[in-house]
């Protein structure tokens, strides 16, 4: 297997980091894994530690830095160490066996997982990601089966960062994740950064992984900010200049929109 290294950012992620770490430690019990943690205060990092996993690492940071500096202090370490491609995965999916290697298999600089998670009781099949370069805005291809999902391969602009397998040369080549992002919008980024230097980016339908997004569950008002913040970062770089205008409006009236749903 290729030199690989799996990187989870932990911040107070206790129930969903232990069951996904047990999952994917029992499907690949010799994988390399580093565990970056943003000053978590619950009990999750004890958790992690207890666990006694021989091949993981622990990168323990003393605050909070977000995801893109913080995940790549641990990208750096595991270039450093050898890694021929990393694996970005989000510590509330839950790996099984049969995952990875398709990811490997496929040749792409950027291969990502179907995310299959469920939304009002019904599963539904994340295929990747495409932007709108008028509103400046993200979205995902949906599916309620996986078979929908094979046509729009070639149509992704980008894979979602909860799993996410990268290349060396990638990294090489262009460098790591934008850090102007704290939280949102680094993974399109990253995509494009990527097909620009004319790398390619594409989502492996053999690769199916279970996303455990929290359902119905209201957000907080930091959520939001950092929503809007990273979406005018990722507009002012990949909006061309003529278009914003209409980028800007539509995303002022968005956040007016999301403000009062939330009071």
């Known amino acids: 297997m290729t030199n690989l290294f799996i990187i989870i950012l932990n911040f107070n992620n206790q129930k969903d980091i232990i069951p996904c770490l047990k999952s994917l430690i029992k499907v690949h019990p010799k994988i390399n894994i580093i565990i970056v943690d943003n000053a978590s205060t619950d009990n999750s990092l004890q958790s992690i530690i207890s666990l006694k996993y021989k091949r993981l690492q622990i990168i323990k940071n003393q605050k909070n830095f977000g995801f893109p500096k913080a995940v790549n202090k641990s990208l ?12 970005l995965l989000n510590p509330d999916t839950l790996p099984s066996r049969g995952f990875l290697e398709p990811l490997l298999a496929n040749p792409a600089e950027i291969v990502g997982s179907v995310l299959k998670f469920q939304r009002k009781g019904n599963w539904v099949y994340d295929f990747g990601g495409k932007v709108n370069f008028w509103t400046g805005r993200t979205s995902h291809y949906e599916f309620s089966n996986q078979e929908s999902g094979a046509r729009i391969q070639k149509k992704i602009d980008y894979v979602s960062g909860a799993c996410m397998l990268i290349r060396r040369k990638v990294f090489e080549k262009i460098g790591f994740l934008n850090e102007k992002y704290f939280l949102f919008f680094e993974d399109p980024d990253f995509c494009l950064r990527t097909k620009k230097a004319g790398f390619k980016v594409v989502l492996e339908p053999k690769s199916v992984i279970i996303h455990n997004l929290s359902e119905g569950k209201k957000k907080p008002f930091y959520y939001f900010y950092h929503l809007f913040r990273s979406n005018l970062i990722f507009i002012n770089i990949w909006v ?15 956040g007016f929109k999301m403000l009062l749903n939330r009071i």
Request: cysteine-free; charged content about 15%; overall charge positive.
């Open 240 to 254: 061309p200049f003529y278009r914003r205008p209409v980028t800007y409006l539509y995303l002022w009236l968005l």
């Open 76 to 87: 750096k370490l595991s270039l450093k160490q050898g890694a021929q491609a990393v694996l």
